[in-house]
T-cell receptor
Framework: DTAVSQTPKYLVTQMGNDKSIKCEQN?????MYWYKQDSKKFLKIMFS???????INETVPNRFSPKSPDKAHLNLHINSLELGDSAVYFC??????????FGEGSRLTVL | QQQVKQSPQSLIVQKGGISIINCAYE??????FPWYQQFPGKGPALLIA?????SEKKEGRFTISFNKSAKQFSLHIMDSQPGDSATYFC???????????FGSGTKLNVKP
């Protein structure tokens, strides 16, 4: 029943590993996003997809690769994890231009 | 460079008091200014939003005041309640791209 759902909620992994976070929305929205929230709670956009097309790609290391198989799903794959990647990653969606609906976040800890 | 600056970083208010959080922005092209509320372990959720063609918007105990010439906007929470204790984020966006720039957040603690 959850509008924007992300899995997993927690990831703990070693430096150098590869990990993925999955996101699904059942709101019928056409735009999906990945945001990163650092330890100081600062929220920063990483990527945005509209109908499976990448429309926002902020200055993010190319170790981060988003994939949108359809407009209800947006996944984030991270290669060669570094300590600085530790953060909470939020998926969000919207219907075109408007309110963002966020998931509950995926807390990534890199050891 | 931070596009939206928010203050204070933290705020303690007694129950029944008024909580005021301020934000300032630089880009005059921003055309949508929402406030988001985030509880621990949850994602941010839209609280209230305003467009620059109005100077104030009120929804229940929550009011946004907007000063276009000063490029500032603020959130006022009247009759603050312990249940309002959360982190509040202001944001600004460029309409066509729905690209949001968030402030750094204010952690509000309402004491009973």
């Amino acid at each position: 029943d959850t509008a924007v759902s992300q899995t997993p909620k927690y990831l703990v992994t070693q430096m150098g590993n590869d990990k993925s976070i999955k996101c699904e929305q059942n709101l019928g929205h056409d735009t999906m996003y990945w945001y990163k929230q650092d330890s100081k709670k600062f929220l920063k956009i990483m990527f945005s997809y509209n109908n499976k097309e990448l429309i926002i790609n902020e200055t993010v290391p190319n170790r981060f690769s988003p994939k949108s198989p359809d407009k209800a799903h947006l996944n984030l794959h991270i290669n060669s994890l570094e300590l600085g990647d530790s953060a909470v990653y939020f998926c969000a969606s919207s219907l075109g231009v408007g309110e963002l609906f966020f998931g509950e976040g995926s807390r990534l800890t890199v050891l | 460079q931070q596009q939206v600056k928010q203050s204070p970083q933290s705020l303690i208010v007694q129950k029944g008091g008024i909580s005021i959080i301020n934000c300032a922005y630089e880009n005059t092209a921003f055309d949508y200014f929402p406030w988001y509320q985030q509880f621990p372990g949850k994602g941010p959720a839209l609280l209230i939003a305003i467009r620059p063609d109005v100077s104030e918007k009120k929804e229940g105990r929550f009011t946004i005041s907007f000063n276009k010439s000063a490029k500032q906007f603020s959130l006022h929470i009247m009759d603050s309640q312990p249940g309002d204790s959360a982190t509040y984020f202001c944001a600004a966006s460029l309409g066509n791209f729905n690209k949001f720039y968030f402030g750094s957040g204010t952690k509000l603690n309402v004491k009973p």
